[in-house]
């Protein structure tokens, strides 16, 4: 035998042991961005706070529609007030007889012609409109009996705006007229005085001997 030491070769295995090697798993998915289900979520969120606001703004036109094309309610026949200004005087069946002494300003109607007229008194004379008088109560605005007392500022436009709308006849050309507004104080409002007055007058005294209104 030859002295050295002679060595064994296993031989090769025909294939790789699988027993005792850990398998290796297979590839794992990337765990999702947390901020983009975040910002996915207030995305949500923002769309439907848009909604919810989109119907409040929609119902709200719906109603306000509504509200706007309903009728206002009907004012109460036994309310006194006609929410017009009154222009044409309407003549009586049985016109009294004139002239009329002591008259006070609730009974002044629309055409009457006053003489020595003075705004303040709390009593005038009525005459006939072709015998010498100042003035002519040419436009009338009453306020409903249930109407609060609107204030000296608020009567006194009111006032003017009847003036404006005042229409005299021809027969006024031949005077020189001015016109004068009258209406109620916050005491006579509370006694029922609902009317605002527009007179003509002349500052000459009992110059016009004719109606001014047509």
Same mark, same amino acid.
Request: charge should be neutral; charged fraction near 20%.
């Given at each position: 035998m030859d002295s !050295?030491?002679?060595r064994?070769?296993?031989p090769r295995p025909a294939a790789p042991p699988a027993a005792g090697f850990p398998k290796a798993a297979g590839?794992? @998915?990337p765990a @999702? *961005?947390?901020? &983009?289900k975040q910002r996915r979520a207030v995305s949500t969120l923002l769309k439907a706070v848009f909604v919810v606001v989109?119907?409040? &703004?929609?119902g709200g036109l719906v109603w306000l529609a509504n509200w706007l094309g309903s009728e206002p309610p009907a004012t109460s026949s036994s309310d006194p007030g006609s929410g017009i200004v009154e222009?044409?005087?309407t003549p009586l069946a049985t016109p009294p007889a004139l002239p009329r002494e002591g008259v006070t300003p609730p009974n002044y109607r629309l055409g009457d012609c006053f003489k020595d007229f003075d705004p303040e008194a709390l009593r005038?004379?009525?005459? @006939?409109? *072709? @015998?010498?008088?100042s003035a002519q109560l040419v436009a009338v605005y009453r306020y409903p009996g249930s109407d609060l007392y609107p204030g000296r500022e608020a009567l006194a436009a009111k006032a003017l705006e009847a003036c404006q709308a005042a229409k005299l006849a021809p027969a006024a050309n031949d005077y020189t007229l001015?016109? !004068?507004r009258a209406y109620p104080s916050g005491t006579s409002w509370d006694s029922g005085d609902r009317r605002v007055d527009c007179y003509v007058t002349a500052d000459a005294g009992n110059v016009i001997n004719a109606s001014v209104l047509p």
């Amino acid at each position: 035998m030859d002295s !050295q030491e002679q060595r064994r070769i296993p031989p090769r295995p025909a294939a790789p042991p699988a027993a005792g090697f850990p398998k290796a798993a297979g590839p794992v @998915a990337p765990a @999702a *961005d947390p901020p &983009v289900k975040q910002r996915r979520a207030v995305s949500t969120l923002l769309k439907a706070v848009f909604v919810v606001v989109l119907l409040g &703004v929609v119902g709200g036109l719906v109603w306000l529609a509504n509200w706007l094309g309903s009728e206002p309610p009907a004012t109460s026949s036994s309310d006194p007030g006609s929410g017009i200004v009154e222009t044409s005087p309407t003549p009586l069946a049985t016109p009294p007889a004139l002239p009329r002494e002591g008259v006070t300003p609730p009974n002044y109607r629309l055409g009457d012609c006053f003489k020595d007229f003075d705004p303040e008194a709390l009593r005038s004379t009525v005459v @006939a409109c *072709d @015998a010498p008088h100042s003035a002519q109560l040419v436009a009338v605005y009453r306020y409903p009996g249930s109407d609060l007392y609107p204030g000296r500022e608020a009567l006194a436009a009111k006032a003017l705006e009847a003036c404006q709308a005042a229409k005299l006849a021809p027969a006024a050309n031949d005077y020189t007229l001015n016109f !004068q507004r009258a209406y109620p104080s916050g005491t006579s409002w509370d006694s029922g005085d609902r009317r605002v007055d527009c007179y003509v007058t002349a500052d000459a005294g009992n110059v016009i001997n004719a109606s001014v209104l047509p």
